[in-house]
């Protein structure tokens, strides 16, 4: 018989939980619309399955950002998922390095461990996503 689980292992069985059901929500709007549109309209028909789905998101929060303990400006995330997944949202051509190290500066400025790359251009979404931990 296995013991019980650990405050990690249940916390990464959460996370995936939600990555997977954040993942759900992206096909279904792909799947509807197709690649080839703009961002915007993308990340509002994702919040539009989130909501159906009753899954909990903020939209475009604001960050801050610092250098040197002082504020630059701020800047905004697509989505924060469930308190715990950053999720940036594309519609590209091809994901550049750039995009990565987007999404985790946002992670980071975020203090999230989590986040999902999303690029709604693929010809299959399943090859326009990326999970990165940090």
């Keep these: 018989m296995k013991g019980p689980q650990s405050l990690r292992d249940t916390e990464i069985d959460r996370i995936n939980a939600i990555t997977s059901q954040i993942i759900g929500a ?44 002082r504020r630059l400006g701020a800047y905004r995330v697509d989505l924060i998922v469930e308190e715990a997944v950053v999720v940036e949202i594309k519609g590209v051509t091809t994901l550049l390095p750039v995009f990565d190290a987007q999404l985790l500066t946002y992670m980071r400025a975020t203090g999230k461990r989590v986040g999902l790359l999303i690029n709604f251009n693929a010809r299959l979404l399943k090859e326009g996503i990326r999970r990165m931990i940090l």
Excluded at 35 to 51: H, K, N, R, S
Aim: with cysteine; aromatic share 10%.
């Design 26 to 69: 992206a096909i279904e709007v792909h799947r509807a619309l197709g690649p080839g549109l703009l961002e915007p309209l993308y990340e509002t028909a994702l919040c539009i399955e989130l909501d159906d789905r009753r899954i909990a998101y903020q939209r475009q929060p604001r960050v801050e950002a610092f250098y040197k303990g």
